[in-house]
């Protein structure tokens, strides 16, 4: 048993050396002394403890109830992030099986769903500029 560091034996012998410096009947003084300072030490304790608990409360209550609404926001952020990962897994594996059919499909097969058809022109396109710049040189010489 530790009191503020003072082990038992410690105790002991500064009560053999009170006893020694002070005598029995500055003794019974002293250790009066001791203890109404004791109270007193632990009543300003208590009323420090009291009035910061007094002080504090609003604070505190307004501190938890933040934290209940942070811990609500967590909750339905992780839900919805749980939501949005079933539908990416689903899509993910649906993609996977599809590219695993085609890789099995002949190439005939994927050639002919591949297929896209190509935008046709109603008019012949013009010939690349560096083509006429060719044409141009042909010519002077």
């Known amino acids: 048993m530790n009191f503020l560091g003072i082990g038992p034996l410690e105790l002991v012998l500064i009560i053999i050396l009170a006893l ?7 003794m019974q003084v002293m250790a ?5 300072w004791w109270r007193e030490v632990q009543r300003l304790s208590q009323e420090a403890n009291t009035w910061f608990q007094e002080e504090l409360e609003p604070e505190l ?9 942070l811990a609500e ?3 339905a952020v992780h839900q919805l992030n749980r939501t949005l990962q079933d539908p990416v897994k689903t899509l993910t594996a649906e993609s996977e099986q599809k590219g695993e059919q085609q890789t099995s499909a002949s190439p005939a097969q994927t050639s002919a769903q591949v297929v896209s058809p190509l935008p046709v022109a ?3 396109l013009a010939p690349p500029d560096n083509t006429t710049g060719e044409k141009a040189a042909q010519e002077e010489t």
């Open 20 to 26: 020694i410096f002070l005598g029995p009947e500055d």
């Open 73 to 75: 926001g967590q909750k």
């Open 122 to 124: 109603s008019r012949p």
């Open 61 to 69: 209550r307004e501190f938890r109830q933040l934290k209940e609404e």
């Open 32 to 36: 009066r002394k001791l203890a109404q």
